[in-house]
Structure formats: structure tokens, C-alpha cells
């Protein structure tokens, strides 16, 4: 919460005086959230929460990765970035086909991919054989390093292609919408043999663990608990380097940077290639949690939901990046079970309004997100105290 | 007294004269600029010579701006070449021409507004402009001092961490110029840098730039009369992309020509 364009509350010295300064309050609070991450399996262990809310977090900590990312693209640089749910797609496909080699397998290829697989003239049942690209995935580590490649790869073409040619605002959010919704249909046939609309699912087992058991899912929490903070810390020195300042200066004036010598171009490609590998590593993180990876991560609401995720949350603090991929993410899942007050019945069908609205109250009242909420909320209780 | 007309430069053009650059920093060589069907730019030959002020005036839509844009290689010439410190830079991308040493100051001041004034500055300094250059800068004292010390000379110096979105537009004007010096360009092109201020702020701009005469070769565009007397330099008068006149400010005022631009006929 040590956000460089936070305004310095009025009563910052006040309260510093009397013990509390905003900055303490943030710390302590930071402390108290990573506090509890950490003692969350420790509590599943016990039996106090179950295995299955320490497998949401991890699934929605994955998600709060995607959210750094696009933070940078979005609320540093500027870029509305609406192919982020390609990367985190490409990173998910790449975890679900390593993952899918060590399931169950019919006449040597899995399961996935036999039950869709499309049969070439002169082809009959029995002569399946796994494409290349299937097979690069078989090694666990060469496949965590194409799961970030790849995104970068691919965030690397559209970026020099887009920015070269200086592809700015909505055509270039409207560009990525169109190739995210391209690349889903490309996964989606068939004849590509990524298992078409039903996707990559029935995972057993990675690197040699049982994902059904307990402990691995706590496992696999940890791993991304671990991976979130460590780029949460990557993204912070980004953010404070001189680096940082020139991707302010990019959503700022590019044309001054322009004629001050710099190139925008090559830093709003390598930001974006570093948001689309974030967005890579979120979703291998996120596939085996999920024990599933399908098109349909590829569909335009995913996008959208990416960019509300960070809107409400707080665009260019990324603590509010994360905070609203978390909070939203929760209120889905409070909000799309069934449950009754009294003769109230909710209904899973409510939740989109429920977004849509959050969405309109936040560009109304909130346009610093839940981020500047709780800037003014610590301001007021420093200079209370 | 003669009226200024356009001196000689035929045998000075750097594709005949091997040793222009000895002479003139900047060479405009018969600039063309067309904008579907209409020639916004048409000039002859234009020559700023080293360390030399040099005020460009002209009434609206003379082309004054659109010159700027084909030095600093923000538009391309229809025809014609510019030389620059010799070599020619018609063909050089907008950020080559920085790097290889000409400034410029937008008519509207551009800063940064979410970044701080010292970090304004920052971006300006000297040296690479590269991605690695950029995530490993580190701030040090010298290149503290230097900053300052612009800083302190435009009354800045107490809004070092000032986000640029506050200042006032006098502030904004001369956080722009400050960068411009900072990068330590061989020209600086200042596209009317009184334009909104007030009386003592513009007379602190003409100081400045006076100051910077005596290491820097300028090209001022300004509007304000006043302010040009104050500046006491050589004038080029621009009118509908034609290079008019060229001599001092009181040898232009009294060519035929340039009354008539002004007073209409």
C-alpha cells in the first residue's frame, strides 16, 4: 500500500505524532492479510476451514497474479490490454496437456484428446498419434518454461506489431478482443486437437503427487501463494524503478517521451510481454486447481472480468489490483450458491447484476477503486488518532 | 536603413559546400511540406548558424510549427533536405533526432502530470534511453545538483516533489523548458515559450533563454513582440510557408513585404 500516487492525507503528521501514521496502518494491515494467507493451511490442517475454500483462495490468488499484470498494462502504462485471458489461456493449456499425459491414456494418447480426436481420411480408430505439440509438454520443467514463454511469445508479436505501428486506445483494446475471441475458436475445433470445446480435464496426478489428496492442493495453495508475493515484489521494484516512472510517462504524454529521446514503443512491448507472462504463470498456477482448462477462458466476458477486477480494486496501486481480483472473485462465489433469508430466495442468476452494478458504482463514486477507498478510510483514522 | 530581405545562401547549401557545417548548425535546404494539396511549407534555404538565437515570427498558420515538425522529424518533407551538425537527419526517426541533439519545447508545455518535478526532470537526463538503462538508474548527487540547480534558477526548486498536475501554467512552461536545458540538446527549439505567462514570468523566460544563448543554439517561435525586442536577436519572418525576411528585428519590421503579411493589404 505504499503507492506512488498516493496523496498525502491531511492529517498524515498529526497522526504520526500520536503514534499511527497511514503508512504503519498499511503495514500492519499487509501483515495481517499475509499472516493469515500463511496460516490458512495450517488451519485446513486442523480442520477448522476446509481443503476445498484453501483451493478457491489458491485458484483466486492465481487470478490475482493475472491482475498484477494487467495492472501494469493498464494502470501504469495505459493500455487497455483485453487479451490477457489469451496468455493466462496459453499458460492453462500448457499445464492442462502436461498435466493430461499423466492421466488415463486410450491406445497411448490421453483421454482428452481421444474422445475428441478427429479422425484424417484414410484414418481409422487405433492409429492416433499425439501431435508435436503435445509432446513438447511431456517434460514438467520444459513446460513451465514454454507456459511463460509462449505468453510472452505471443504478447511479444501483437505488442511490436500493434506499437510499432502505433495501434493506440480503444483500436488496440478492440485488436486484442478480436484475437482472444480468434484463438477461441481456434482451440475449440476439433481438427486442432486441443480437445475442442470440452477442453483439457480429469487431471490425477503432477510431478508424481495425487492432485485429489488434501495435502497436495495445500501444496499447490502454497506454491501460488509463494509465486503471488514473489511477483507482487518483482512488480513493486518495476513500479519504483526509473523504469516504472517511464511507463507513468507513456499514460502521460507518449509524445513527450517521444521527443525526450525514448523509444515507447519497445517499453510498452516489454510491459506487455512481461503482463502476458505474469498472466501465463497464472493460469499453469491456476489449471491444476481447477482441475479443468477449456475455451471457453477465452470468451470476451473474461476479458471484461479482468479489467473489473483491477477497476474496482484500484487501477495503478497494485494492492488494489490484487485486493479486487480477490474481493470480486469471493462475492462470485457468495454469489453464485444458493441460499435464503427468511422468504428471500437468491439466485445464481443475480450475480451479473450484481457485477454490473458494482462496475457503475465504482466509475461513479470510486474511480480510485477499493485502493482509494481505503486511502481516505487509513487518512481519516490517522488524523483521528 | 535597408530592409531585410533573404540573404544569399546559395553557395553556402551543404550539397555544394563541403564546409557548411563550420558555419551553420541547422541547414533547411528547399522544405516542402504538403498536406493533401495544400503546400503548408515552402521555404528556400535556411541557415542558424552555432550559438546563435534565432526568432522565428509569422502570422497564424505561417508554418512556424509545421517547420518544427519537419526539423524534429514529427512530418516527413514532401521535398527538400535538413542538415544538421553534417549530416543530413531529412530521413531520421523522431527519437535518432533527439539522441542526436535537437530539443524541443511543444507549444503547449508537455510534462508528465502523475510524475513529481524532480522525476519530470529525470527522464530528461542525458545518457541512454534504453529498457535495461531504465530499470537499473539509480539517483546520484551530481546528477541531483544538476537538476537543482535548473530547478532553482525557474523558482522550482520547492516543488521538487510537487506532482506535475499541480503547477501553475508558468510552472509547466518553464518545468519544460528546465528538462529541454537538462538534456543538454546542441539546438533547442522553443515553440512559444511566453505564450500564457505573465509579464514577469515571460521576462524571466527571456533571461533564460538569453543565458542559454551563450552555450546552446536556440530557435525561438514567438508571437509576442515585446518579448522578441527583449530577446534582441536574429528574426526570420515566416508567411504562408514562405520564408520572407531575415535580418533584425527592426530590418524586418520595415520590409514592404513583411507590413503588408502583417496589416493585410
Redesign the interface.
Known amino acids: 500500500m505504499t503507492e506512488r ?1 498516493m496523496n498525502e492525507p491531511a492529517g498524515i503528521h498529526l497522526g504520526s505524532i500520536c503514534g499511527t501514521s497511514a503508512s504503519q496502518i498499511n503495514k500492519a494491515f499487509a501483515g495481517a492479510l499475509l499472516a493469515f494467507a500463511i496460516l490458512l493451511p495450517m488451519l485446513a490442517h486442523a480442520g477448522v476451514v476446509s481443503v476445498e475454500t484453501v483451493n478457491m483462495a489458491g485458484r483466486y490468488m492465481a487470478l490475482g497474479i493475472v491482475a498484477l499484470g494487467l495492472d501494469l498494462i493498464w494502470g501504469y502504462t495505459g493500455i487497455l490490454s483485453l487479451c490477457q485471458a489469451l496468455f493466462f489461456a496459453l499458460g492453462g493449456y500448457a499445464m492442462g496437456i502436461h498435466l493430461a499425459h499423466q492421466g488415463t491414456l486410450h491406445n497411448g494418447i490421453p483421454e482428452s484428446l481421444y474422445v475428441v480426436y478427429p479422425y484424417k481420411v484414410g484414418e481409422s480408430k487405433g492409429m492416433e498419434v499425439l501431435p508435436w505439440f503435445w509432446l513438447i509438454f511431456k517434460p514438467f520443467n520444459l513446460t513451465i518454461l514454454l507456459g511463460i514463454l509462449i505468453p510472452g511469445l505471443v504478447a511479444g508479436l501483437i505488442g511490436f506489431a500493434g506499437f510499432i505501428s502505433r495501434v493506440k486506445g480503444v483500436y488496440f483494446s478492440i485488436l486484442t478482443q478480436a484475437l482472444t475471441v480468434a484463438a477461441m475458436m481456434f482451440f475449440s475445433k476439433n481438427e486442432m486437437k486441443l480437445c475442442g470445446t470440452n477442453g483439457i480435464t480429469n487431471f490425477t496426478t503432477l510431478a508424481g503427487h495425487e492432485l485429489s489428496d488434501p495435502n497436495v492442493k495445500i501444496g499447490l495453495y502454497v506454491v501460488t501463494l509463494i509465486c503471488l508475493i514473489g511477483t507482487y515484489l518483482i512488480c513493486l521494484l ?1 513500479t519504483k ?3 516504472g ?2 511507463l ?2 507513456v ?3 507518449e ?9 515507447p514503443y ?2 510498452k512491448a ?1 510491459i506487455f510481454i512481461f503482463a502476458g507472462m505474469l498472466a501465463g504463470l497464472a493460469g499453469m498456477l491456476y489449471t491444476p486447481q481447477a482441475n479443468i482448462i477449456t475455451p471457453s477462458y477465452m470468451e470476451a466476458r473474461w476479458s471484461i472480468l479482468m479489467v473489473v477486477w483491477v477497476a474496482v480494486g484500484g487501477r495503478g496501486t497494485l494492492f488494489g489490483a490484487v485486493a479486487g481480483a480477490m474481493v470480486i472473485n469471493l462475492l462470485y462465489n457468495a454469489m453464485t450458491s444458493q441460499w435464503s433469508i427468511g422468504s428471500f430466495d437468491w439466485k445464481p442468476d443475480y450475480w451479473p447484476l450484481v457485477l454490473g452494478m458494482l462496475f457503475i458504482l465504482v466509475v461513479l463514486a470510486l474511480p480510485d477503486g477499493l485502493a482509494g477507498l481505503w486511502r481516505k478510510m487509513v487518512g481519516r483514522i490517522a488524523e483521528v488518532d | 536603413m535597408v530592409a531585410a530581405t533573404i540573404p544569399d545562401y546559395k553557395n553556402e547549401r551543404p550539397d555544394q559546400n563541403q564546409l557548411w557545417d563550420k558555419k551553420y548548425l541547422l541547414f533547411l535546404s528547399e522544405i516542402t511540406a504538403v498536406f493533401d494539396g495544400f503546400k503548408a511549407l515552402d521555404l528556400e534555404h535556411i541557415g542558424v548558424m552555432h550559438n546563435e538565437l534565432r526568432v522565428v515570427i509569422g502570422p497564424n498558420g505561417a508554418g512556424k510549427s509545421t517547420m518544427c515538425d519537419v526539423i524534429t522529424g514529427k512530418t516527413r518533407p514532401t521535398t527538400g533536405s535538413v542538415w544538421f551538425g553534417g549530416e543530413e537527419i531529412t530521413k531520421k526517426s523522431e527519437d535518432e533526432i533527439v539522441r542526436i541533439g535537437i530539443g524541443r519545447k511543444f507549444q503547449t508545455p508537455t510534462v508528465y502530470d502523475s510524475l513529481t518535478v524532480y522525476e519530470n526532470m529525470e527522464l530528461s537526463l542525458p545518457g541512454s534511453k534504453g529498457i535495461f538503462a531504465m530499470l537499473t538508474a539509480r539517483r546520484n548527487k551530481t546528477e541531483r545538483d544538476r537538476v537543482m540547480h535548473l530547478l532553482e534558477r525557474v523558482r522550482l526548486a520547492d516543488d521538487v516533489d510537487t506532482e506535475a498536475r499541480y503547477l501553475s501554467h508558468g510552472q509547466r512552461q518553464w518545468l519544460a523548458i528546465s528538462s529541454l536545458i537538462l538534456s543538454q540538446p546542441r539546438l533547442l527549439l522553443v515553440d512559444e515559450p511566453a505564450a500564457g505567462l505573465t509579464d514577469s514570468e515571460t521576462e524571466l523566460t527571456g533571461e533564460l533563454l538569453l543565458e542559454l544563448k551563450k552555450e546552446h543554439t536556440l530557435i525561438v517561435i514567438e508571437h509576442d513582440m515585446d518579448f522578441v525586442r527583449q530577446l534582441n536577436s536574429r528574426v526570420t519572418v515566416l508567411c504562408e510557408g514562405r520564408s520572407m525576411a531575415e535580418g533584425s528585428l527592426e530590418e524586418v519590421k520595415t520590409n514592404p513585404e513583411v507590413i503588408e503579411a502583417y496589416l493585410g493589404r
Open positions: 500516487t518495476l524503478s526509473r523504469f516512472r517511464v507513468l510517462a499514460r502521460d504524454s509524445t513527450a517521451l517521444r521527443f525526450a529521446g525514448y523509444k519497445a517499453f516489454a
